[in-house]
C-alpha cells in the first residue's frame, strides 16, 4: 500500500544516521532536520491510524449494508489489522531512532552552551587580573587614597 510505501522509504532515508553516530560518534544533521523528520513520521503515523478508513468501516457502508461484509472478508483477507501492526512498530523503531537522534542535538548543544560559559568565567577572570595587577598595582592609576 501507499503508506507501507512511505513508510520503508523513510526508513530506507533514515536508516544511515545510527550508522554514522556508531562510526564517528556524531550525526551530521541539525537541530531542524531531525524535528522535520519526526514531523513527517507523525504524518505517516496519523495517516496511518486516524485519516485512513483501514482501521473502521467507512461512511459508505452504513448507507449500504449489504457490502460490509464483503469489506470486512477484503481486510481479512488483506490482513489489514497485521499489516497496520507492522507498520506501527516500524514507525516505533523509526520514532525511537529520531528521539535518540534529537537527544544527540541536545546534549552537543548543551555541551557547546556549558563551553560558552566557561569561556565567559575564563575572560571574566583574565580581565579582572588585567585590571587588578596591571593596570591598578603596576601602573598605579585610580590610586587615589595611597599616600606614598
Known amino acids: ?87 506501527n512498530k516500524r514507525m516505533e523503531v523509526l520514532d525511537g531512532m529520531f528521539q535518540m537522534l534529537k537527544d544527540q542535538l541536545e546534549v552537543r548543544h548543551a555541551t557547546r552552551l556549558e563551553w560558552i560559559v566557561i569561556w565567559l568565567i575564563v575572560a571574566e577572570v583574565g580581565l579582572e587580573l588585567i585590571w587588578n595587577i596591571i593596570i591598578h598595582d603596576i601602573l598605579g592609576y585610580f590610586n587615589h587614597g595611597s599616600d606614598d
Open 1 to 87: 500500500s501507499v503508506l507501507e510505501l512511505r513508510v520503508e522509504e523513510t526508513f530506507e532515508r533514515t536508516r544511515i544516521y545510527p550508522q554514522e553516530l556508531a562510526e564517528t560518534g556524531h550525526i551530521s544533521l541539525s537541530q531542524k532536520s531531525v524535528s522535520k523528520l519526526i514531523g513527517q513520521l507523525f504524518i505517516v503515523r496519523s495517516s496511518v491510524n486516524l485519516e485512513s478508513d483501514m482501521l473502521s468501516t467507512p461512511d459508505f457502508f452504513w448507507d449500504n449494508d449489504q457490502w460490509e461484509p464483503m469489506f470486512r472478508h477484503a481486510g481479512k483477507y488483506l490482513e489489514v489489522d497485521a499489516r497496520v501492526d507492522v507498520l
